[in-house]
């Protein structure tokens, strides 16, 4: 417990509101959603995404935070997520959370200590744009491929957010400021998801839209604080 109070201290204030506000929506998402629907299906799509969605930018704020508490709600809120994924039929949002978990988030849980002494890293020539441009276009054709024996109702928004989704763990795996660049397209991508899902089948959850705004606003705090030590670092 006392560790993992230590992992929400010294946040920046604008991550503390966004912790806040996403938990005020999700309650207001999650109360009328109870009261109103008897469905066994539709009420554990509400409780799975209102726990899923909480759980995910209180994720995605630690890791703009730097804080290791990133691995345990990262695997917890990937459990929830997965739930309401798969009744929503969002394949790519199922791999996608997969794949954080076993590449991932594992990891950073088995080694708490992995946020010790981070520096931001940019790239340093343009050839390095080059290079993850291309494994993001290499990763989208296989995922495509791979997708398109499923089914999927919404496969190319399903391949762009995964492939970006690599990319971006890619980066944030060796530290580059540059990650924030696809998280911010991931963040785009997955409200398109999202919405492609309503329109098509009416299964999407809301408290997952809120959320992935919120990443939308996250990913923008944490550009700044990367890019600003990164910047900070270049001129020492």
């Given at each position: 417990m006392t560790w993992l109070l230590g992992q929400v201290k010294g946040w920046s204030k604008i991550l503390y509101l966004i912790c806040i506000v996403n938990f005020i929506m999700q309650c207001a998402i999650l109360i009328p959603a109870l009261l109103n629907n008897t469905g066994i299906i539709s009420i554990v799509a509400a409780i799975a995404g209102f726990m899923g969605a909480n759980l995910s930018v209180l994720c995605v704020c630690s890791i703009s935070a730097r804080s290791a508490l990133n691995g345990f709600t990262s695997i917890s809120?990937?459990?929830?997520?997965?739930?309401?994924?798969?009744?929503?039929?969002?394949?790519?949002?199922?791999?996608?959370?997969?794949?954080?978990?076993?590449?991932?988030?594992?990891?950073?849980?088995?080694?708490?200590?992995?946020?010790?002494?981070?520096?931001?890293?940019?790239?340093?020539?343009?050839?390095?744009?080059?290079?993850?441009?291309?494994?993001?276009?290499?990763?989208?054709?296989?995922?495509?491929?791979?997708?398109?024996?499923?089914?999927?109702?919404?496969?190319?928004?399903?391949?762009?957010?995964?492939?970006?989704?690599?990319?971006?763990?890619?980066?944030?795996?060796?530290?580059?400021?540059?990650?924030?660049?696809?998280?911010?397209?991931?963040?785009?991508?997955?409200?398109?998801?999202?919405?492609?899902?309503?329109?098509?089948?009416?299964?999407?959850?809301?408290?997952?839209?809120?959320?992935?705004?919120l990443f939308f606003l996250n990913s923008l705090t944490g550009m700044y604080l990367w890019y600003k030590e990164a910047r900070t670092l270049r001129n020492k």
């Open positions: 809120s990937a459990l929830f997520i997965i739930i309401a994924a798969c009744i929503s039929h969002n394949w790519a949002t199922v791999a996608e959370q997969l794949f954080f978990m076993f590449a991932m988030d594992f990891w950073v849980l088995l080694d708490p200590m992995w946020n010790k002494d981070i520096k931001a890293r940019e790239f340093s020539k343009a050839s390095e744009w080059f290079k993850y441009l291309g494994i993001f276009i290499l990763a989208y054709i296989v995922i495509y491929f791979v997708f398109s024996y499923t089914n999927d109702p919404n496969l190319i928004p399903d391949s762009l957010v995964l492939s970006v989704s690599v990319v971006a763990s890619l980066l944030e795996f060796n530290r580059y400021k540059e990650q924030y660049v696809f998280w911010l397209i991931g963040n785009v991508a997955n409200c398109w998801v999202w919405v492609a899902s309503w329109l098509s089948q009416g299964t999407a959850t809301p408290a997952l839209l809120v959320s992935y705004s």
